[in-house]
């Protein structure tokens, strides 16, 4: 079956502007998970999403950055004005939980943000 | 808090020899533990992990990987490597003992494997 996709794959932008990242998961996941990947920070939480609860939003890292998931499928990443520092490697995860069991996560390929 | 600290961010073998990455991780609750391999502009696969049993655990592509609670460790090994095992390689980890962050992976800082002819 179809994995977890993102787009875009690479995104170039100006410091200031504001991005969207997209993030599809794998049908039937209920936990959606957004991850950050750069040099000097290696791979960072940003935020989880499962079913209708309230999202965990404890690992962005400024109120510039902010996710929504509609319809418990489709996930947005949006971050506002960004900063040469928001260049990294945004990669999205999806898995199943079934009651107290949580499955592992598999991830999308990632996109790639440069601000230039 | 948990962490996850891989000692080595560069380890080179030759082909055929044994690969031995290192994972070492602190929780305060029994953890799940993972191993992830990313190979260039790729995402994350999963390599294998483990939840509760057996604590020696086979993975795909020949690896293994022994959960020792007493030295809080989760090295990954592999007897022979082979030049597609070239790659960089995440030990994570995650607190199943519920609340909202379930789930949630701490990754610890990579390893680039790397296999010489």
């Known amino acids: 079956g179809a994995g977890v996709s993102q787009s875009p794959s690479n995104k170039v932008t100006e410091k200031g502007k504001d991005v969207e990242l997209r993030c599809d998961p794998i049908?039937?996941?209920?936990?959606l998970y957004w991850y950050r990947q750069s040099l000097g920070q290696g791979l960072e939480f940003l935020i989880y999403?499962?079913?209708?609860?309230?999202?965990?939003k404890s690992g962005l890292p400024s109120d510039r950055f902010s996710a929504e998931r509609t319809g418990g499928s489709v996930s947005t990443l949006t971050i506002q004005r960004t900063q040469q520092e928001d260049s990294a490697v945004y990669l999205c995860?999806?898995?199943?939980?079934?009651?107290?069991?949580?499955?592992?996560?598999?991830f999308g390929p990632g996109t790639r943000l440069t601000v230039t | 808090a948990q962490s996850v600290t891989q000692l080595g961010s560069h380890v080179s073998v030759s082909e055929g020899a044994l690969v031995l990455l290192r994972c070492n991780y602190s929780?305060?609750?029994?953890?799940?533990l993972f191993w992830y391999v990313q190979y260039p502009n790729q995402g994350l696969q999963l390599l294998l992990k483990?939840?509760?049993?057996?604590?020696l655990v086979k993975g795909i592509n020949g690896f293994e990987a022994e959960f020792k609670k007493s030295e809080t460790s989760f090295h990954l090994t592999k007897p022979s490597a082979h030049m597609s095992d070239a790659a960089e390689y995440f030990c994570?980890?995650?607190?199943?003992?519920?609340?909202?962050?379930?789930?949630?992976?701490?990754f610890g800082q990579g390893t680039i494997l790397t296999v010489h002819p």
């Open positions: 995860a999806s898995s199943l939980i079934a009651g107290k069991v949580v499955y592992e996560q598999y």
């Open positions: 049908s039937g996941h209920t936990a």
């Open positions: 999403f499962q079913g209708n609860s309230a999202p965990d």
């Open positions: 929780s305060s609750v029994p953890p799940y």
């Open positions: 483990y939840t509760t049993g057996a604590t």
């Open positions: 994570a980890v995650t607190d199943n003992a519920g609340g909202t962050s379930y789930g949630k992976l701490t």
